[in-house]
């Protein structure tokens, strides 16, 4: 089965590390995050699971603790190896947050989601001249299924409110 969820790579990558061509202090800046992402305390451990599509609470936690799924050396620092085996976990038991679902519905990968919107937003800036969130309420979600040779491709186009917006020379 392929994995819906991001990893810490395709999280780092898509929600943490700058756009090509940001100043390489922004780029320095990031990798120091990732550095000392770890350990974690509870409640940012669930944060940052749920921003790689895992639907997680902290008594999400607590119960994979309790269950004896993940055994945290320290009960409120989770080190990267503790968060992955709770993303395993969440990811065989396809405890996703909405997108993630709706991607793992329509045969692609969060991460191929989080690319595509992030690439609609830069290419519209480009066009536009000025500042497009790589937010999904700006854009209509475009997906074609998967084939037997050929995974699901999705896309991004701005929503006709915002287009018109940006046409007239307005902020979005």
Not at 19 to 37: I, L, S, Y
Not at 75 to 87: C, E, F, M
Request: charged share 30%; with cysteine.
């Amino acid at each position: 089965m392929t994995r819906i969820g991001l990893t810490l790579d395709e999280h780092f990558d898509l929600r943490v590390k700058p756009r090509a061509g940001a100043d390489p202090a922004f780029h320095e800046a990031a990798q120091d995050e990732r550095d000392r992402m770890f350990p974690m305390a509870t409640a940012a451990a669930s944060s940052h699971l749920r921003s790689r599509g895992y639907d997680c609470r902290p008594a999400i936690l607590d119960a994979l603790v309790r269950q004896g799924v993940v055994t945290p050396s320290n009960p409120d620092a989770w080190t990267r190896a503790d968060v992955d085996v709770a993303a395993d976990h969440l990811e065989q038991a396809s405890i996703l947050t909405p997108f993630a679902a709706l991607c793992m519905t329509v045969g692609c990968r969060y991460a191929d989601f989080l690319l595509a919107l992030r690439e609609a937003a830069e290419r519209e800036t480009a066009k536009y001249g000025r500042p497009v969130p790589a937010d999904d309420t700006y854009f209509v979600l475009h997906v074609v299924p998967p084939r037997a040779t050929t995974p699901a491709r999705v896309s991004f186009t701005l929503c006709d409110d915002i287009r018109e917006r940006l046409e007239r020379g307005e902020e979005v």
